[in-house]
């Protein structure tokens, strides 16, 4: 049942927030404005690590549920909504033994939602554990297959794209195996092959988000962390023809940590990025990402901080909406925002 908090709206209204960053990007740099943040969910102790999909004409908003940041009794909450305002709950995803985390949603070719998400067999509150990578799939969004594991706990596969017929991912070390990421691919999002055993393994990278353009050109937007006197700059990959072969760019100091990284490309060709950042405290941000000069430049701080992050994207009828979760108010929550672009 729909709750009386879910359908009031948290409106921050703000008069026009246009931040250009000409000096980086020149004259091809988008002015945004934030139009509205409304907070959508905010019932468990912990609500966390969000991905947002727009399938079968409604939203899609999918994040963990726990007790804590790290907890044993980790399990997903999807929500859904026609028009991003108000939301019902649709489903909640356990397995027993694991704690979920990291919900990413994707579409099949054969159009079912799909949801992948860490699992990790933790038994107590704020445990170590490996974790791996779980699978569901809907018809629906409401009625789910039960959550079966794709990848051993050890390495996680964080998130995938679907291309051209193929599920396409990248692994790195969840406490075992090689200290390098691993470009995987699959053919029904169960049964993955490694196609780059050893994609990248300078620093300590981690979370990764792909994306393909029209050109099938691929895209790695790489988060890495600090590990001794490593590197931990975000980076960018690009590969063409059968993934195999990637080149790599360091986006920059500025973008140490970039946590929960996500990309989108707009209809009209530019792309846009969002995750963690850290300069003035930790916040979620949206930046405008190069991939020609393969620069990336912030754009707008979303009202967040602390504990916060892992951003969802949908472009939908000329506006950006952007999923996260902050505890900037107290509690961690989860938010939506829409943003206006303009160049």
């Known amino acids: 049942m729909e ?42 102790p912990h609500n966390a690590f969000t991905d947002l999909v727009r399938w079968q004409d409604r939203f899609y908003c999918a994040f963990r549920e726990g007790r804590a940041h790290v907890s044993a009794d980790g399990r997903i909450r999807v929500l859904r909504s026609q028009d991003a305002d108000a939301w019902t709950a649709a489903a909640l995803i356990e397995l027993a033994g694991f704690d979920l985390r990291d919900a990413h949603l994707s579409v099949t070719p054969d159009n079912r939602l799909t949801l992948l998400g860490g699992a990790a067999p933790r038994e107590k509150d704020g445990q170590s554990a490996p974790t791996g990578s779980f699978v569901a799939f809907s018809a629906d969004g409401v009625e789910w297959s039960k959550p079966q594991i794709v990848v051993p706990p050890g390495r996680w596969l964080w998130s995938v794209t679907w291309h051209k017929g193929r599920a396409y991912g990248v692994s790195y070390p969840a406490s075992q195996g090689s200290p390098f990421i691993e470009l995987l691919t699959s053919n029904d999002g169960v049964v993955y092959q490694s196609l780059v055993p050893k994609l990248y393994g300078a620093g300590f990278p981690n979370e990764v988000a792909l994306r393909f353009d029209a050109d099938d050109v691929g895209y790695a937007l790489v988060r890495r962390d600090s590990q001794g006197e490593s590197p931990s700059s975000a980076i960018l990959g690009v590969s063409r023809g059968d993934y195999t072969k990637w080149d790599w760019y360091d986006l920059g100091a500025e973008f140490n940590g970039f946590g929960g990284p996500n990309l989108i490309q707009l209809p009209n060709g530019p792309w846009l990025a969002a995750g963690r950042m850290h300069q003035g405290g930790a916040h979620t941000a949206l930046c405008q990402l190069d991939m020609t000069e393969h620069k990336m430049t912030k754009l707008l701080k979303l009202p967040s901080g602390g504990d916060t992050s ?24 989860i938010f939506l925002a829409r943003i206006k672009t303009a160049m």
């Open 3 to 44: 709750s009386t908090m879910m359908r009031r709206h948290h409106w921050l209204c703000l008069t026009l927030v246009a931040l250009s960053a000409t000096t980086a990007l020149g004259a091809g740099t988008l002015d945004v404005e934030l139009v509205s943040v409304q907070k959508i969910w905010d019932q468990a």
């Open 310 to 333: 892992y951003p969802g994207l949908v472009w939908h009828d000329g506006l950006l909406y952007l999923s996260y979760y902050s505890s900037h108010e107290g509690k961690t929550s």
